[in-house]
């Protein structure tokens, strides 16, 4: 409910890596990109995150200097298979990454597992 993405280390220290904490889709740099209900999260070899966001049916990618873009969604609610910001989720959830990179959403809505790339 806080729409932020935050890192416990392992000494347990929190800090916000990305999120305003208001509700939005705003693509940018820590706490000047905002979520809207991010929900499932992976991450990737390379040490980036990816964040299911049910609220505003989007995919989203965390760098580790916290650099947040979208990946996947339009932003609108839908089922259309596209690629990258051209297709449509409704309420995307749980997301996996198999070894060669490739995302796996559940999408819970549409009742459907999707693969973005």
């Given at each position: 409910?806080?729409?932020?993405?935050?890192?416990?280390?392992?000494s347990?220290?929190?800090?916000?890596?990305?999120?305003?904490?208001?509700?939005?889709?705003?693509?940018?740099t820590?706490?000047?990109?905002?979520?809207?209900?991010?929900?499932?999260?992976?991450?990737?070899?390379?040490?980036?995150?990816?964040?299911t966001?049910?609220?505003?049916?989007?995919?989203?990618?965390?760098?580790?200097?916290?650099?947040?873009?979208?990946?996947?969604?339009?932003?609108?609610?839908?089922?259309?298979?596209?690629?990258?910001?051209?297709?449509?989720?409704?309420?995307?959830?749980?997301?996996?990454?198999?070894?060669?990179?490739?995302?796996?959403?559940?999408?819970?809505?549409?009742?459907?597992?999707?693969?973005?790339?």
């Amino acid at each position: 409910g806080s729409n932020k993405i935050r890192k416990i280390t392992s000494s347990g220290v929190v800090t916000t890596l990305a999120g305003s904490g208001s509700a939005g889709s705003a693509n940018g740099t820590g706490t000047a990109a905002t979520f809207n209900s991010p929900y499932g999260i992976s991450l990737d070899a390379s040490g980036n995150l990816y964040v299911t966001e049910r609220g505003s049916h989007l995919v989203r990618k965390i760098t580790s200097s916290g650099v947040v873009t979208t990946v996947a969604g339009s932003g609108s609610a839908g089922s259309l298979d596209a690629t990258g910001t051209s297709a449509t989720f409704n309420y995307p959830s749980g997301i996996a990454i198999d070894p060669s990179g490739k995302l796996f959403i559940a999408d819970q809505k549409n009742s459907l597992i999707r693969q973005i790339q």
